[in-house]
């Protein structure tokens, strides 16, 4: 985790803000009401307030300069290097955890983001989060490990949209565990209908906004829709090269076989 640290916070502020920061320099400004308001009466902000309010306190107290804008992701991408630890040795053991942690730490597309003034490493953080709860879960099926993970995937939505796909996996998998093996439906199919329950009301109130500006989107889109050229391309170049992404691919089918 300290060499995970230094990768990312070395020359953090040597470079200047770039467009998507600059959005998230002004936004940090915004109290809740205000960024809400925000959201209402523009096409362009559809992302979720829990980042953006954390930025504001933070820019508060510490200043906009660039080091300072970029200093929580730093935090955040670091915290994950320890939670992945975490998950990897609850699911695989100490061994998993220890390489799991070391190719966070040098992942150079990891260390991007936890360089960059957005919300992506507070996404993965709250992402590994919520897998170390939903093993949690899964093992001891206590009340209080629901509890937390409902809070987690809460956070999930109200930091970034992509957040649905993380808790759509989950209940894809529970679902399929409880398909597979009836015990753990008939202990568990109760905790995990009144967690669903829970976290659909906790949800609920950005839940129409984001409909309502994913509607706006809709009509005047700034991004193109993606093509089957521009998904490959976009694997082939964050894993390096066709062979890298080759070898990804045997390990992956290796893995499922």
Same mark, same amino acid.
């Given at each position: 985790?300290?060499?995970?640290?230094? #990768?990312?916070?070395?020359?953090?502020?040597?470079?200047?803000?770039?467009?998507?920061?600059?959005f998230t320099w002004r936004l940090a400004?915004?109290?809740?009401?205000?960024?809400?308001?925000?959201? #209402?009466?523009?096409?362009?902000?559809?992302?979720?307030?829990?980042?953006?309010?954390?930025?504001?306190?933070?820019?508060?107290?510490?200043?906009?300069?660039?080091?300072?804008?970029?200093?929580?992701?730093?935090?955040?991408?670091?915290?994950?290097?320890?939670?992945?630890?975490?998950?990897?040795?609850?699911?695989?053991?100490?061994?998993?955890?220890?390489?799991?942690?070391?190719?966070?730490?040098?992942?150079?597309?990891?260390?991007?983001?936890?360089?960059?003034?957005?919300?992506?490493?507070?996404?993965?953080?709250?992402?590994?989060?919520?897998?170390?709860?939903?093993?949690?879960l899964i093992r001891d099926n206590r009340?209080?490990?629901?509890?937390?993970?409902?809070?987690?995937?809460?956070?999930?939505?109200?930091?970034?949209?992509?957040?649905?796909?993380?808790?759509?996996?989950?209940?894809?998998?529970?679902?399929?565990?409880?398909?597979?093996?009836?015990?753990?439906?008939?202990?568990?199919?109760?905790?995990?209908?009144?967690?669903?329950?829970?976290?659909?009301?906790?949800?609920?109130?950005?839940?129409?906004?984001?409909?309502?500006?994913?509607?706006?989107?809709?009509?005047?889109?700034?991004?193109?829709?993606?093509?089957?050229?521009?998904?490959?391309?976009?694997?082939?170049?964050?894993?390096?090269?066709?062979?890298?992404?080759?070898?990804?691919?045997?390990?992956?089918?290796?893995?499922?076989?």
């Open positions: 985790a300290l060499c995970g640290f230094v #990768l990312r916070v070395f020359q953090l502020g040597k470079e200047s803000i770039w467009v998507d920061e600059g400004k915004l109290t809740l009401p205000q960024y809400i308001d925000n959201v #209402l009466s523009t096409i362009r902000n559809i992302l979720p307030p829990l980042y953006f309010q954390i930025m504001h306190y933070w820019t508060g107290l510490f200043g906009t300069s660039e080091f300072s804008l970029r200093f929580p992701s730093v935090v955040f991408g670091t915290v994950s290097i320890v939670g992945i630890y975490l998950l990897g040795k609850s699911l695989f053991g100490r061994e998993s955890g220890i390489i799991s942690a070391l190719l966070l730490s040098l992942s150079l597309f990891h260390i991007q983001y936890s360089q960059e003034a957005r919300m992506y490493e507070l996404l993965s953080l709250l992402s590994i989060a919520a897998f170390c709860l939903l093993a949690r009340w209080s490990s629901a509890f937390w993970l409902v809070i987690v995937n809460a956070l999930l939505i109200y930091t970034h949209h992509y957040g649905f796909f993380i808790v759509f996996s989950q209940f894809a998998f529970v679902a399929f565990t409880c398909l597979t093996r009836r015990e753990y439906l008939r202990r568990s199919i109760t905790r995990w209908l009144i967690a669903g329950l829970v976290f659909a009301l906790a949800i609920y109130p950005w839940l129409f906004v984001f409909i309502n500006q994913a509607r706006k989107v809709s009509k005047d889109p700034w991004l193109p829709m993606p093509t089957a050229a521009s998904v490959i391309s976009l694997f082939t170049d964050y894993s390096g090269g066709i062979p890298v992404l080759c070898l990804y691919v045997l390990v992956i089918f290796a893995w499922l076989f």
